[in-house]
């Protein structure tokens, strides 16, 4: 069960997009579609961002996108904003029936 | 409101138990897989343990198999983690999280999350 793969970081200026990848295995990303993100900002809970891979909750704005391929998960943040900075982490189901998170992105606006 | 409540956190020394609880309200607990998300200080997200609606189905990662218990009542719209054995490595704060219901997409991520619950283990 190790953790899915993230950089530590990325950073961008205000109107940039940016990309998160997610690197993973066969056993998790690569096995299914439920790959998911979450926000969080210090001191609170995470707050889901995209759910199956690609689908948006209703609130969260349409410059949060998500892909996959292969083994590797991708959220892009189009139109950066100050108010875009926090952690982020990708999550998989696994072949398991378990879950495994990603070791985190801390995202900076420059 | 829908809303999660942890509970039950605090100091223990190593070896020590403690019980965690999450209280439910606003929706039908009964209805959803739930799950314990922790976070040690400064570091990622790690999944814990997940509980299927009616309890039939149990998963816990590896590395608390064996040392922790997750449990429900759903009388009581509560979900529980007994922890024992515990060790410098389980400081943390643990969430509660609930998996989607599954409408319109897969029931494999969390929708809601409790505020959390600081658990320290030190001598």
């Known amino acids: 069960q190790s953790a899915l793969t993230q950089p530590a970081s990325v950073s961008g200026s205000p109107g940039q997009s940016i990309t998160i990848s997610c690197t993973g295995t066969?056993?998790?990303?690569?096995?299914?579609?439920?790959v998911s993100w979450y926000r969080q900002d210090p001191g609170k809970a995470p707050k889901l961002m995209i759910f199956?891979?690609?689908d948006r909750p209703s609130g969260v704005s349409d410059r949060f996108s998500g892909s996959k391929s292969g083994n590797t998960a991708s959220l892009t943040i189009s139109g950066l904003q100050a108010d875009d900075e926090a952690d982020y982490y990708c999550?998989?189901?696994?072949?398991?029936?378990?879950?495994?998170f990603g070791t985190g992105t801390r995202v900076a606006v420059l | 409101e829908e809303q999660l409540v942890e509970s039950g956190g605090g100091l223990v020394k190593p070896g020590g138990s403690l019980r965690l609880s999450c209280t439910a309200s606003?929706?039908?607990?009964?209805?959803?897989?739930m799950n314990w998300v922790r976070q040690a200080p400064g570091k990622g997200l790690e999944w814990v343990s997940s509980i299927s609606s009616s309890s039939n189905h149990i998963y816990y990662s590896d590395s608390v198999k064996g040392r922790f218990t997750i449990a429900r009542d759903n009388a009581k719209n509560s979900l529980y983690l007994q922890m024992s054995s515990l060790r410098a490595d389980d400081t943390a704060v643990y969430y509660c999280?609930?998996?989607?219901?599954?409408?319109?997409?897969?029931?494999?991520?969390?929708?809601?999350w409790g505020q959390g619950s600081l658990v320290t283990v030190s001598s």
């Open positions: 606003g929706f039908s607990f009964s209805t959803f897989s």
């Open positions: 999280a609930r998996n989607s219901l599954g409408h319109r997409s897969s029931w494999y991520f969390f929708d809601s």
């Open positions: 066969s056993n998790d990303i690569g096995a299914y579609y439920y």
């Open positions: 999550f998989s189901y696994t072949s398991s029936a378990t879950y495994v």
């Open positions: 199956d891979v690609s």
